[in-house]
């Protein structure tokens, strides 16, 4: 007790953070106390780094895991951290819909999935960026000439203006019938 791994949040912090979030201070509170288990690297508990995330067994097994780990580190964080506060608002991407913030609309949900494969952050996707996404996602399961060939098809079917990219606008448009509340969505335990 009274170490800085048991310390609770302030109160003002609660109440801010969770006027920026929607979540509840109980859900708050838990999402702290899971955020500093995961900080126990850093001996503050005030940040996580790339390599605290990569230690997570579901990030670390999901073909994905290093680049949803990039985007929320450098995209979300500052000087390749994040902070308590950063994190909260990267999962309140995560919540349902029913009590809309600022942070969990269906087009910041969107813009989170794109910023996935939009790696340069040109706001357009390239066969490049498409290429790297295919071969984390199969591995080495499908030959390489494949691989190319499902991202030429897919930047032909979905690159509306004809520049060889897909926009984020394109990206909406083929995502429009999707139920991305639904998809990427979490429950978080009040």
Do not use: W
């Not at 230690?55 to 990039?70: F, K, M, Q, S």
């Amino acid at each position: 007790m009274g170490t800085s791994k048991s310390a609770l949040l302030p109160p003002d912090q609660v109440q801010l953070i969770c006027s920026e979030t929607g979540f509840t201070p109980k859900q708050l509170r838990r999402l702290y106390i899971r955020f500093q288990e995961l900080a126990k690297r850093n001996p503050s508990c005030d940040y996580l780094t790339r390599e605290d995330f990569l230690e997570i067994r579901e990030v670390a097994v999901n073909p994905l895991g290093e680049r949803l780990v990039d985007v929320i580190v450098q995209d979300y964080g500052e000087a390749n951290k994040i902070n308590f506060r950063q994190f909260a608002h990267v999962l309140a991407r995560f919540r349902r819909g029913k009590s809309t913030t600022d942070l969990n609309t269906k087009e910041k949900k969107l813009l989170f999935l794109f910023s996935i494969y939009d790696r340069n952050h040109d706001s357009k996707i390239d066969r490049n960026e498409l290429l790297g996404i295919l071969k984390m996602m199969v591995g080495g399961n499908i030959h390489d000439e494949q691989i190319a060939t499902i991202a030429d098809h897919t930047i032909q079917e979905l690159d509306a203006d004809g520049d060889l990219t897909i926009t984020f606008e394109e990206f909406c448009e083929t995502l429009a019938k999707i139920d991305v509340d639904e998809k990427m969505s979490m429950k978080f335990l009040n």
